[in-house]
């Protein structure tokens, strides 16, 4: 699969833009286990064009991590068209994608993200100044099915994504991502990979489609290529705590428990150097709750709190080596 002259290989899985986790350090961890690209948090128009510093060290990347999609969002042509300048200045990624599918009300509600999907006229507005404004860099979309159920067909029973993703296409970006859900399901009910295929089999079609929504294990993988036949996978949530997912998405030899635990030590290095001590530890305890290799282990409750309690980061090691060898002293296979 290419997006722009960026080849991404066969049957490439990729990791989800998700705010408050796929920052450079979890970033770095999901190329090296095999992530075929990697989107960072999203980043807000206004924001960038504010030039407000929270925002603009959302734009850091490093060689190592590439290929790598910048996400923005916003609402507005003009403020998005600056963005989109500031972000292929600073960060040169190798893709721009644009954010139509974001559900939260902070965002959606103001129109911007999946609020998008009610104001298909500016949605593409906005996708060609973006186009125009950064023609040295491909320019692809993130969305959804829909806004809700009752808008996910048009009047002539074309499902409202078919059309869409033609509109897009039309409009210049080089691929387009779905989240099998619409704006109204949120997170809930399972993804609806039918529309997902349904907009790959249009034979007017012809930029790369990335499907995403509920992936996570290599059956997943497999049945996303070869029935609904997408060109790219994205995984989300399925990787928190469990960056090695990847491995296991592709068909690479599993880690061991071990290398398992020393990876989730690395992040917490990793956090902590880049954020600090408080909000470094703060930043890590998202994977720390959600990952698979504690789960299942008997009476954990109590060190599992103090876990999610600690404060520093040696204090932390010191209960991730407890755990380590609670799980050595079990003879069950319990990752
Ligand atoms: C904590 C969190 C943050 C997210 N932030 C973003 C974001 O910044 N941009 C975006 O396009 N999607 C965002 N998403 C949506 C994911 O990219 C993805 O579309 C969704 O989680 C479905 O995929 P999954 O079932 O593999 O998790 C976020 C999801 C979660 C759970």
Redesign the pocket.
Known sequence: MKIGNIDLGNRPVML???????DIGFRLLCKQMGAAMV????VSSDALVRMVNKSLAKLQVSQDERPVAI?I?GKDADAMRQAAQIVVHHARPDVL?L?F??PVKKVAGKGA?SGMLQNVPLLLDITRAVVDAVPDTPVTV?TRLAWNHDTMYLPDGTPFIVDLAERLQDVGIQAL?I?G?TRAQM?QGQ?DWTLIGKVRENPRIHIPIIG?????CREDVERAFDQYHVDGV??????FGCPWLFRDLLGKEPFTLDQKIDILKQQVTTSVERLGEYRGILHVR?HLAATPIFKGIPNFRETRIRMLRAEHHDQLFGIIEEIRKILHSYETDIQ
Do not use: L, W
């Not at 995403?212 to 996570?216: E, K, L, S």
């Not at 994205?234 to 990787?239: D, E, H, L, S």
């Open positions: 989800a833009p998700m705010e408050d986790v796929t989107y960072s948090e999203f996400q969002y994608d954010n599918g974001c993200g993130k991502t989240h859900r997170y993804a995403n929504g509920d992936i996570c994205m995984v989300g949530r399925a990787t998202r």
